[in-house]
């Protein structure tokens, strides 16, 4: 089966811990993203990669940083500079941005909790 | 800077009637326009979209009308049922670009038997 897998489903950090979310997709997807929930609000843009080796910055990148050494994979880590990580995670995945007009796929979520 | 808004946190609905949910959007680049559903503790799924060219989508029960000149865009369900109860997110992006894909704060739909 095809899709997007996040890893651990609930985690638990101490505060000045750095930790890091697992996502891996074999959709063959160019692009993945990071998205942050918090109750009441959207789905907020952390960062997103269109490529291997490549990714940006999002609306919210500070206190996080990722890697995409392969296509495949695309880890977040929540530094302890991230004032407020308690927060629902999200990965998701698209085709690629050479595409018009294509939907993003999402995994079932990480959620990080700061003890 | 809220791009896409859902003004109505919660909506709720007896089973059979409709369910209309509703998104406002600022952003005139937006090209793409798309509805999510989600469980608790779980990813959203893709429901519908809608490109800026139509002015109407609809799969099955579920049909997208958008607005362009009022920047306003809708989700109807018809009959709705309680299986459909879940948090829908609106989205909107450019034409090539998911990037820039900005979500709405979501609705809670209830659909009562």
């Known amino acids: 089966d095809g899709g997007i897998t996040q890893s651990p489903k609930y985690l638990f950090r101490k505060e000045g811990q750095n930790v890091t979310l697992s996502c891996e997709q074999n959709?063959?997807?160019?692009?993945m993203y990071w998205y942050r929930q918090d109750p009441g609000q959207g789905l907020r843009l952390i960062y997103y990669s269109q490529i291997v080796n490549d990714f940006q910055k999002g609306d919210i990148a500070e206190g996080y940083s990722v890697s995409r050494e392969k296509k495949e994979s695309f880890p977040l880590t929540v530094t302890s500079a991230q004032k407020n990580p308690t927060a629902f995670y999200l990965c998701?995945?698209?085709?690629?941005?050479?595409?018009?007009?294509?939907?993003?796929?999402f995994g079932q979520g990480t959620r990080l909790t700061v003890v | 800077d809220q791009q896409v808004k859902q003004n109505s946190p919660s909506l709720s609905v007896q089973e059979g009637r409709i369910s209309i949910l509703n998104c406002d959007y600022t952003n005139s680049m937006f090209d793409y326009f798309l509805w999510y559903k989600k469980y608790p503790a779980e990813g959203p799924t893709f429901l519908i979209s809608?490109?800026?060219?139509?002015d109407k989508n609809e799969d099955g029960r579920f049909t997208v009308f958008l607005n362009k000149s009022a920047k306003h865009l809708s989700l109807h369900i018809v009959p709705s049922q309680p299986g459909d109860s879940a948090v829908y997110f609106c989205?909107?992006?450019?034409?090539?670009?998911?990037?820039?894909?900005?979500f709405g704060a979501g609705t809670r739909l209830t659909v009562k038997p």
């Open positions: 998701a995945s698209s085709i690629g941005t050479s595409y018009m007009n294509t939907e993003a796929f």
């Open positions: 989205a909107a992006s450019g034409k090539y670009n998911n990037n820039d894909m900005r």
């Open positions: 959709l063959n997807h160019d692009a």
């Open positions: 809608i490109s800026s060219i139509k």
